[in-house]
C-alpha cells in the first residue's frame, strides 16, 4: 500500500507559506525554476537543494548540496536519504514544509491529508500540533 501514496506538501513558513502541492513523482526543492517547488526570492536555497521522493517505496528526503543544509523534525540531515514520516516537518533555507502522505484512490476534500492541508493554510503556526494528531503522529492534548 505504501508505493501507491502521494505526497502533499504544505508550505508553513517562509515565502510560500499557505499553499500546498500534492505529487506521485520526486519533488525537487530550490531556487532554480525547473524545480516542481521553486523559490526563487529565497537566498538561502541553493538551485538544486532538497529532493523529497521515494527510495526503497519510502518517501524520504535528501539533502542535494554538502554545504547547504536540510532539517527533518528538527534533525540536520546528510546526502542520504531520510525518510519523513507523514506529519513530518522539513526545513531548508528560510522555508518550511509540512509533509503528508495521501492515497490518490481516496477523495481529496474529506481526507486526512486534505483536512491538515486546509488547517495549515489558515494558521500554519498554531495548528501544526493539530495537523501532527491528525497524521497520527502526536497524542491528543488533554484540556
Known sequence: MANSYAVVIIAIEGDAVGRSWRFQMPVPIGRDPENRISLPEDPLLDGLHTLIGKHNDRWSCVNVNPLASTYVDGIKISDRFTVIPSGS???CGRQ???????EPGEEWVG???HRIAEALTYDPRSVLATARQIAGLDPPQNP
Do not use: G, I, L, P
Open 89 to 91: 516537518v522539513v526545513r
Open 96 to 102: 518550511a514544509f509540512c509533509v503528508v502522505y495521501w
Open 111 to 113: 481526507s486526512k491529508a
